[in-house]
C-alpha cells in the first residue's frame, strides 16, 4: 500500500455465539476488512475496485482499510442463511497509517469510525444462480478541512486564511452481485454480474461518489474450467468544492484547461490457473479524464491513460492444502 514496510496488519479475536447466528470480532482492526466485502472484486488488480470497491470513503478518510488497523471492533446477526446485519464502531486514527502497526496509544485519535450493513443473499451457495446484495452506511466523526472555502467562506487561494472545518462526514452504498447464466449449462462455469454505487453525503469531500458494473466469466474456455475472463468500469466523481480548488489552483498558476469533475476507470484481464494456488493475471487498464489530485497546479488536463499489467498470485494455504477462509 501507500508504505512500503513490515507491518502488523491485524490481531483480532473472534466468537460465534447460537450456533454461528451471532459472530463477534474486534482488537487492531480495519473497518472495511468487515464491510461491503466480496471474494470477486480481486480477480482485477486496479485500486479502484480491489481490494474493496470503496474509492469515496478511502480517499475520503473515512472508513481505515487494509492493512491499517486501530482499535474497534463489530457484531454480526445472520438469523437465516439469506439475511444478515452488521454494525461496528472502530477508533479514527490516520497518524498510525505510517507506523509499523505496533503503536497501539489513542493520544492522536481524531474521533471514532461507524458502520452498518443489511445483506440478503441466496439462502445456498451452492443455488443454481447465487446472489448478494449489501446496502450499508459509515460516520467518521473527526473534523473536515473544506479543499477550497476559509472560515469566511471564502476562496482560500485567493482571500488566504483557515480552512473551513466541516464536523465529521457520511456515506452510504449498494453493492451486488448475481450468478446471471452458466457457460453450456455447466454450473462450474458461472457468468457474474456485479456493481453498485458508493456516495458521500458532504460536497467539501475530495471524493462524492463511485459507480462499478463489471463481469465475470468462469471457465470461458472448456478445456480450462479454473481460468476467469473478467471486465470492470468505474466511475468516479470529485467533491464540487474539490473541483472549485483544482480550477482555482489551475488558474493560478496560468492553465485554462478544465477540471474534469470525474474520471473513469476499466480493466479487462484474464486470469490464468497455472497450478493449485498459484494464479497469473494479465490485464489492459484505460483511464479516461485522470484527476490532478496529486498536481493541482498542472497547467494541463491530464491526457487518457492506456496501461499493461500483470499480477502473479500465489496462495499458500491452498498449496498446502489448509482449509480456505470464509
Known amino acids: 500500500k501507500t508504505f512500503q514496510n513490515l507491518r502488523l496488519a491485524a ?6 455465539l447460537f450456533d454461528g447466528k451471532v459472530n463477534i ?18 480477480t482485477f488488480q486496479n485500486n479502484s475496485v480491489c481490494f474493496n470497491p470503496a474509492v469515496v470513503p478511502i480517499q475520503d478518510k473515512a ?17 437465516t442463511k439469506g439475511f444478515y446485519v452488521q454494525a461496528g464502531v472502530f477508533e479514527a486514527n490516520p497518524s498510525l497509517v505510517s507506523t ?51 472560515g469566511r467562506r471564502q476562496p482560500r ?38 456493481g453498485g454505487v ?19 466469466v468462469t471457465g470461458p474456455f472448456a478445456g480450462r474450467p479454473d481460468d476467469t475472463l473478467g471486465f470492470v468500469g468505474s466511475y468516479i466523481r470529485l467533491g464540487s468544492r474539490q473541483v472549485d480548488f483544482l480550477q482555482a489552483s489551475r488558474a493560478a498558476a496560468g492553465g485554462t484547461d478544465a477540471v474534469h469533475s470525474g474520471e473513469g476507470i476499466f480493466e479487462l484481464n484474464y486470469g490464468l490457473a497455472v497450478a493449485r494456488g498459484v494464479r497469473f493475471s494479465p490485464n489492459i487498464q484505460y483511464v479516461m479524464n485522470p484527476d490532478n489530485l496529486p498536481r493541482p497546479r498542472a497547467l494541463r488536463q491530464s491526457k ?21 477462509m470464509r
Open 11 to 16: 490481531l483480532a479475536i473472534e466468537q460465534n
Open 25 to 42: 470480532s474486534g482488537g487492531r482492526v480495519s473497518p472495511l476488512t468487515y464491510f461491503n466485502q466480496s471474494n470477486i472484486y480481486c
Open 63 to 79: 472508513l481505515g482499510f487494509f492493512p491499517y488497523g486501530t482499535w474497534g471492533g463489530r457484531v454480526k446477526v445472520a438469523p
Open 100 to 150: 509499523n502497526g505496533f503503536d497501539w496509544s489513542t493520544r492522536n485519535s481524531t474521533g471514532h469510525q461507524m458502520a452498518f450493513e443489511i445483506g440478503f443473499q441466496s439462502a445456498s451457495a451452492k443455488a443454481k444462480h447465487p446472489w448478494h446484495v449489501r446496502v450499508g452506511g459509515y460516520h467518521n466523526s473527526s473534523d473536515v478541512a473544506d479543499p477550497f472555502l476559509n
Open 157 to 194: 487561494l485567493t482571500a488566504g486564511g483557515a480552512p473551513l472545518m466541516h464536523a465529521g462526514q457520511a456515506g452510504w452504498y449498494v453493492m451486488g452481485d448475481a450468478v446471471a447464466a452458466h457457460l453450456g449449462g455447466d454450473s462450474k462455469r458461472p457468468v457474474t454480474l456485479f
Open 198 to 216: 458508493i456516495a458521500s453525503t458532504g460536497n467539501y469531500l475530495p471524493f462524492k461518489s463511485q459507480a462499478i458494473a463489471g463481469v465475470i
Open 304 to 324: 487518457d491513460i492506456l496501461a499493461f499489467g500483470m499480477r502473479l498470485s500465489v496462495d499458500f494455504a491452498a498449496i498446502l492444502g489448509l482449509p480456505a
